[in-house]
């Protein structure tokens, strides 16, 4: 493990690798390091003709990809460098379990940081709606452009003061998601049916009230199945599903229309046609709020109308199923962990102003079942890693999923320790004694989650009712993980709901 005080002089020694690199290719007479090629990077064996595509197929090492063990088995087997040769049209990929690398790839770059993946999405926004503008979005937006949009929306959504104004109204939020949840519970106790989709309900009327300003009313029990908000929750659910056909594995819809792009394209314009109702919706309760604090999209309208629209579009995108998906885990780690449940309560129930271990309790089941499984940045020069020529336009991937349940890297990893987010640095748990680029939740940087302190406030606000109200417990196995394009917890949902007396 490496320590951050010993990362500067790690830095220098890769610096310095790449100098001597340099000298070595200006003059032989240097006898230097030789880097190996890319193509001796260890990785699944490759066929005449078809190359490594065939381990996609049933029964290949990525024949299921929904299998959450797949990576890890992949890093057990190749090494914490693992190589992918292009396919159809998709730039070679490069796994990586090394934080080391990671960070210095991360770092590297960060001034106009190229994050792959929703392609698919770029392409409906780029050219299967041709009549759209210049910006198409912070997900599918890369070089000036995004850099553009991203500066004019970070003041907006990013910083700590701006964000702590929306406290009240999630709040409001969750407690009547507490009510809800009563109301729907069984005799047992338990809320069976649709569990994750109550959570995703929960998650849209929070960032739909951040985004637009106003309440959607989604939990009124009298919603009909096939109201915007149920069908805004599906399409995202089926949205990210879709992508990870067409952009995570190898495909051939580049080329050819295939029936599941036809799909995505649907599903896209789907998507588009749901947040342009809910859009018009907040702007017509915009005419008649009171004056309370503004959402997103009206502060936004102030500086830039497309800017406005596509922010909260992407909102509805990308906060619904990552914020739910977060809560369901730390709902289960605190059944299984009925101590740090208590303690959690202590807190809570407490009035202090900072509630740290809540704060640690949400970020250690992001550690131990993050919604997503890592990150990447395409390349954008040739690199050193591990010894190994990494040319430029190679998707590398950072299995923070993988790298974060090391114990090289977190001491007694696979535990749930919440504690190890606020001990001090004399204890070998602190988390400072972890590599830092072993974890990355919410990304880095640059780029990074630009709806993570949204996200974080209103976690941290349903969490703490949710923990003062009840009793959360768990029975039978532990629910199973799929991963698509972000990890889903899926049922059935053995929770049990008392009531705290
Ligand atoms: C638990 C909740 C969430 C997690 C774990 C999460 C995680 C991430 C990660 C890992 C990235 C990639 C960052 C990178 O490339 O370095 C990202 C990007 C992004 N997230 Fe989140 N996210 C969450 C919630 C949200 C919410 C609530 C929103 C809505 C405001 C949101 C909107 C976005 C957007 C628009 C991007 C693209 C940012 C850019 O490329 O500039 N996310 N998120």
Request: include cysteine.
């Amino acid at each position: 493990m490496q320590t951050t005080k010993l990362r500067p002089l790690f830095q220098l020694i890769s610096i310095n690798k790449e100098v001597i690199r340099t000298v070595a290719v200006a003059s032989t007479a240097v006898k230097t390091e030789a880097l190996k090629p890319w193509n001796e990077i260890p990785g699944p064996p490759s066929l005449p003709i078809i190359g490594q595509i065939h381990h996609f197929l049933p029964g290949g090492t990525f024949g299921d990809m929904k299998d959450p063990d797949t990576i890890m088995r992949l890093l057990d087997t190749y090494g914490p460098a693992v190589r992918l040769d292009s396919m159809l049209g998709k730039p070679p990929l490069l796994f990586l379990s090394d934080p080391d690398s990671a960070e210095l790839v991360l770092r590297s770059e960060n001034w106009l940081p190229y994050r792959p993946g929703f392609q698919s999405l770029e392409f409906y926004r780029n050219d299967y709606k041709k009549d759209k503008g210049r910006v198409t979005g912070l997900i599918s937006d890369h070089g000036e452009v995004w850099k553009e949009f991203r500066s004019t929306v970070n003041p907006v959504m990013l910083q700590p003061k701006t964000i702590k104004l929306y406290a009240k109204v999630l709040d409001e939020v969750a407690q009547d998601m507490i009510v809800r949840m009563k109301a729907n519970r069984d005799e047992k106790n338990m809320i069976t049916k649709d569990f994750d989709k109550e959570m995703n309900l929960w998650a849209l009327e929070s960032i739909g009230t951040v985004a637009l300003g106003c309440r959607l009313n989604s939990f009124d029990p009298n919603l009909p199945a096939d109201s915007p908000e149920w069908q805004l929750i599906q399409c995202v659910h089926d949205l990210f599903s879709t992508a990870n056909e067409l952009d995570f594995k190898p495909s051939i819809w580049r080329y050819y229309a295939t029936p599941t792009f036809k799909q995505a394209m649907k599903l896209y314009e789907h998507h588009e046609n749901l947040t342009k109702y809910f859009i018009n919706k907040g702007k017509e309760q915009l005419k008649t709020k009171p004056d309370n604090e503004k959402g997103v999209l009206e502060k936004l309208l102030e500086i830039n109308e497309e800017v406005a629209h596509i922010m909260a579009s992407d909102m509805l995108f990308a906060g619904v199923d990552t914020a739910a998906n977060t809560v369901t885990a730390t709902l289960y780690l605190l059944a299984k962990n009925p101590d740090k449940q208590a303690k959690l309560r202590e807190e809570v129930t407490s009035n202090v102003e900072k509630r740290s271990y809540l704060r640690a309790c949400i970020k250690e089941s992001l550690r131990l079942m993050p919604v997503v499984s890592g990150n990447a940045r395409r390349t954008t020069k040739e690199y050193n890693i591990l010894g190994y020529q990494v040319p430029k336009g190679v998707d590398v991937i950072f299995t923070h999923r993988e790298m974060s349940v090391m114990d090289k890297y977190y001491p007694k990893a696979k535990e749930y320790i919440p504690e190890r987010w606020l001990t001090n640095k004399d204890d070998p748990l602190h988390y400072g004694n972890a590599h830092p680029f072993a974890y990355g939740p919410f990304g880095f940087g640059a780029r990074s989650c630009i709806g993570r302190r949204i996200a974080e406030l209103e976690m941290d606000t349903f969490v703490a009712r949710l923990i003062e109200n009840f009793q959360v417990e768990w029975f039978g196995p532990p629910p199973t993980v799929v991963q698509e394009a972000l990890n889903y917890i899926k049922g059935p949902y053995n929770f049990v709901f008392k009531d705290i007396k």
